[in-house]
Nanobody, 123 residues
Framework: QLQASGGGLVQAGGSLRLSCAAS????????MGWFRQAPGKEREFVAS????????AYADAGKGRFTIGRDNAKNTVYLQMNSLKPEDTAVYYC??????????????????WGQGTLVTVSS
């Protein structure tokens, strides 16, 4: 089970930190990802982090502004979002995929999804 939190309303240029708490399974066996879906658009990849955190990928839209991290001891993955723009407005979802790989995973074929947390960036 994945529980995302940390969304809210922020002005352009502001920051938010999203968290996703996992339960029920061995967290370190899963590559983790963040996706987002804006109104009227398809869900898109935001960032991914490998099981031990050594392999990370970002979509171009978030490079230089977003930072993904994980704490396996706390079964939590984070997404720090800085310099937010109105176009970052979306529901953000965390996702988990069981894997033996040591790399990130930027495809949408994750095994488990959180419920989403809404991020609204006002101009």
């Amino acid at each position: 089970q994945l529980q995302a939190s940390g969304g809210g309303l922020v002005q352009a240029g502001g920051s938010l930190r999203l968290s996703c708490a996992a339960s029920g399974r061995t967290f370190s066996n899963y590559v983790m990802g963040w996706f987002r879906q804006a109104p009227g658009k398809e869900r898109e990849f935001v960032a991914s982090i490998s099981r031990k955190g050594q392999s990370i990928a970002y979509a171009d839209a978030g490079k230089g502004r977003f930072t993904i991290g994980r704490d396996n001891a706390k079964n939590t993955v984070y997404l720090q979002m800085n310099s937010l723009k109105p176009e970052d407005t979306a529901v953000y979802y965390c996702a988990a995929k069981f894997t033996f790989s040591s790399f990130y995973y930027n495809s949408p074929n994750y095994d488990y999804w959180g419920q989403g947390t809404l991020v609204t960036v006002s101009s």
